[in-house]
């Protein structure tokens, strides 16, 4: 449910308006240098405060609690917090009567009968990523320590709205008064032959199941991924030029049989409009059982894709991190 990973292992909780989010993190090895500064890189760019980010800003300061000692990892679970100080609940309870569509609103209800904090999405919020990322630099420092060389996560924008301009996406979404969604890339350089545990721990499944887990996300392919399906075999298949496992061309995105080949990783991910848009929409109002207009009230991203990289490449790093203490446990001696 709410935890992830077989060895290197996340646990997250909390919600957008309660006292904290936070993560566990667990399967870190004894012995690794970690400096709580390090994460901060990655959590500012995960802020908001750009054009077409929402106005919430919180100071995202990591506090940890456990599993570090004198700058050391000492094996036990690393606890990291985040304080919620930015919280205005009040539109959240005024709308309360009127599920909002696009959003966990009626699906949680229902599921949780009623008592889930529904308050800026509850647990089901975009908040919670601050945790992943965070869980995702010290993944990174696991990754690289494990396998002894250096491993480059980097994910960006690709379009906005159809747009590759991505001013040009952004404008039609103010323009229209209104949210859109967007395309994000991520490549991963670095990664050995190896990583992967075919049957359902393949690379493509671990990946996807860890990238699902960002609020928003509503597709993935990796290579040349659905593309494919246009193209001859002796067009899709890559010719393995060495024993290093390199290749002429990566329309595979790095990844055969569910292992990984030594070329780059490549996967992509689709980002869909955020689900609270300015616009008058309509709805079932459980109160007046009748389905009736509203608009949304709220702080709100005009594009969640903006936002998005960082937390890829946490995700990335998290699943990553967890098949490579995998293939240490299992297959290297």
Known sequence: MNHFGRIFSVSIYGESHGKEVGIIIDGVPSGIPIDENLLIPDLERRKPGKKGTTPRVESDYPILSSGLFNGMSTGA??????????TRSEAYTSQRDIPRPGHADFTGHVKFGGFEDY?????????LTTCLVAAGVIAKIVLSHVLNTDISINAEILEIGGEKDLEA??????????????IVECRIKGLPVGLGEP????VESVLAHAVFSIP???GIEFGKGFAAAKMFGIEHNDAILDNSGKTLTNNAGGIVGGISNGNDLEFRVVVKPTSSTPKIQKSYNWDSDEVEEFSIKGRHDLCIALRVPVVLEAAAAIALADLALIRMAYHVR
């Open 77 to 86: 679970p690393i606890l990291i917090r985040f304080e919620n100080n930015n």
């Open 119 to 127: 308050r800026g999405g509850g647990h089901f919020s975009g908040r």
């Open 169 to 182: 996406g952004l404008e039609k979404a103010i323009q229209a008064k209104d949210s859109i969604g967007g």
């Open 199 to 202: 049957f359902f721990d393949s």
């Open 216 to 218: 928003a996300i509503k």
